[in-house]
């Protein structure tokens, strides 16, 4: 398996993904997430691969065909008035194909992103998991992520 960052010809396999991920989501919370739907169109991938300040990173496999992404977005709060001016490498999204979860292509994505980070000076890297995809909760907490912040509701 080979992890590099996405290319145009990676944006139809991209968007299969993505519909995998929003299926996740809208099984968990089909109150909050469309049926059906996808986080970005061909068109918002295409303007991503461009912007340095967004890498996108695949895993490929032996045949070249796309096996999962990681989605990141560089980010720093300069002259805030709370926060320190760190910059931090936020996963926006992390997907791998259905049937290959639990291969190690997850893994190998996200110590991509952790070396990609470190090599550019980031001082942490930050993602959100939603509460409805305990799975995915458990695959980041046992790559020794820990919670920074917790986001609750209260439906009405």
């Not at 989605?71 to 997907?95: G, I, P």
Request: aromatic share 8%.
């Amino acid at each position: 398996m080979e992890i590099r960052r996405a290319r145009e010809d990676d944006i139809p396999r991209l968007g299969e993904l993505l519909v995998q991920v929003a299926a996740v989501h809208h099984a968990g919370r089909p109150d909050l997430f469309r049926a059906g739907a996808r986080k970005y169109s061909d068109d918002e991938l295409a303007g991503m691969l461009g912007d340095e300040s967004r890498p996108i990173f695949v895993a490929v496999d032996e045949q070249g065909v796309v096996a999962g992404y990681a989605f990141c977005v560089s980010q720093r709060h300069e002259r805030d008035h709370v926060l320190a001016d760190v910059r931090t490498l936020y996963v926006d999204d992390l997907c791998v194909d259905a049937r290959l979860r639990g291969s190690g292509v997850g893994t190998a994505l996200y110590e991509h992103v952790l070396g990609y980070a470190r090599e550019g000076g980031y001082h942490n890297v930050t993602l959100n998991v939603w509460s409805c995809n305990p799975a995915a909760l458990r695959f980041y907490e046992a790559r020794g992520l820990t919670p920074q912040k917790v986001g609750m509701e209260q439906v009405l």
